[in-house]
């Protein structure tokens, strides 16, 4: 992750969600965006996170 981005954006193309992640052993919970970005591990025990809840824009309850 460099956090800077120099491209235009797409519409369309690129589209991104971000959902939360869990780690199942320790709890830990990070906000990341998909498909752009991968599951990350978790800082302490290196296992892939796994999704637990996708935060769409219009989310409905
Ligand atoms: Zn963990």
Sequence with gaps: MDG???????EG??????????????GHTEI???PREEIPLCPRHKKRMLV????????YY
């Design 32 to 34: 990341v965006y998909i």
């Design 4 to 10: 800077r981005e120099g491209r235009q954006k797409r």
């Design 13 to 26: 193309e690129g589209h991104s969600e971000p959902v939360q992640v869990y780690c199942p052993k320790c």
């Design 52 to 59: 637990k809840e996708i935060l769409t824009e219009g989310k």
